[in-house]
């Protein structure tokens, strides 16, 4: 086997305590248990999604986690969840070495996190907020372009990445770039750019790790570089999901046939998840105001986790949507976390090689 390159063992390797400069991302009912696992007894960064886990259940999944393996992992959490202290609190005791969220948390959810000796890093999409939240005292940034699947923006990764560790040159946070990734030469490139690592969530999801059912990524594996599209109709955002029937049918539909699905679907999930009503509605609350959400978004909002579960976890690809990058059109196989990462860190110890010769 290609001895690993030096470059590949670095300051995101050495704060992480991890093995290679490689991220699984936190998507909703996919990155739970065993894909986290999986990433890490294979060398990387597995981030548990907590997001459409109740507290119990998140209990219960760190456990499984630590049960499976002995390295380090992250949960992902909402910074507007209203029981996100508590979460914090909970990952402190159980040791967490990362809390990642998906959008910036405030500075005393930063100092909590600091004080019970977890990194915290941020997903971002802008600049301006890599500065932000660099001046707040986080610890990393995961740095996603337009092209990586579920909420995203308009700059494409190759425009956005060299943007934000320009801005951050000098200080200490790591940078880890998201959008397009999957294989040695996207890692490589990402170096060169000056991030620290890449993380990945479509790849990812496409392994046999992966808890989704075979039916489902088969019509990932389908799908082309094309099939995926921008759609504000999920959740009232911008969500880059798999272009099916399904999707075109919610673009298609009249305001007044939207919002009571939208609704039947929250009190679904309510149901699901035993979230009481009053949590919802201050969760609601807090998305508004921290995402300068109107109230008809914030009504989608509440209608993405069961059409996400209906694909993921049902296998009901017709009735639910799927994220994704538009990098699963490159993607052709389902290989374990193991051969995944084994594959990335080969192929760009090699391509570095080559460089310098």
Excluded at 251 to 268: C, G, M, W
Aim: with cysteine; proline share 5%; net charge neutral.
């Amino acid at each position: 086997m290609t001895a690993l390159h030096p470059s590949l063992k670095n300051g995101f390797t050495e704060k992480f305590g991890v093995q290679y400069p490689i991220v699984q991302t936190g998507m909703g009912y996919v990155s739970y248990p065993k894909l986290v696992a999986a990433t890490a007894e294979a060398g990387g960064l597995g981030i548990l999604a907590s997001a459409t886990m109740s507290y119990d259940e998140l209990v219960a999944a760190i456990a499984q986690v630590k049960k499976a393996t002995s390295k380090p992992f992250a949960v992902n959490l909402r910074a507007d969840a209203p029981d996100a202290a508590d979460r914090i609190e909970l990952m402190g005791r159980e040791g967490i070495k990362v809390a990642s969220f998906a959008q910036a948390p405030k500075k005393d959810l930063i100092k909590r996190a600091h004080d019970l000796g977890m990194l915290v890093v941020p997903s971002i999409g802008a600049k301006r907020h890599a500065q932000k939240v660099a001046e707040w005292g986080v610890d990393g940034v995961i740095v996603q372009g337009g092209e990586g699947g579920g909420h995203t923006g308009s700059i494409p990764t190759t425009l956005l990445l060299p943007q934000v560790t320009d801005v951050l040159k000098g200080t200490d946070v790591t940078v880890i770039a998201a959008g397009g990734f999957f294989d040695g030469r996207g890692l490589v490139a990402a170096l060169a750019y000056g991030a620290d690592a890449i993380a990945m969530g479509t790849r990812f999801l496409l392994t046999s790790d992966s808890p989704v059912g075979l039916a489902v990524k088969e019509v990932y594996l389908a799908t082309d570089v094309n099939g995926t599209v921008v759609s504000k109709e999920v959740d009232g955002v911008p969500h880059r999901v798999l272009a099916t029937d399904f999707v075109q049918r919610l673009e298609q539909r009249s305001v007044v046939a939207r919002y009571p699905r939208a609704i039947s679907n929250a009190l679904k999930f309510q149901k699901l998840s035993g979230t009481p009503i009053k949590d919802m509605v201050r969760e609601g609350l807090a998305m508004k105001k921290s995402q300068g959400l109107s109230w008809p978004q914030v009504l989608m909002a509440a209608n993405t986790p069961m059409l996400l579960k209906a694909a993921m976890v049902d296998g009901r690809p017709d009735l639910g949507v799927m994220a994704s990058g538009q990098v699963v059109g490159v993607i052709e196989d389902l290989p374990s976390c193991q051969e995944l990462i084994d594959r990335i860190t080969v192929q760009a110890s090699e391509i570095l090689r080559d460089l310098e010769s």
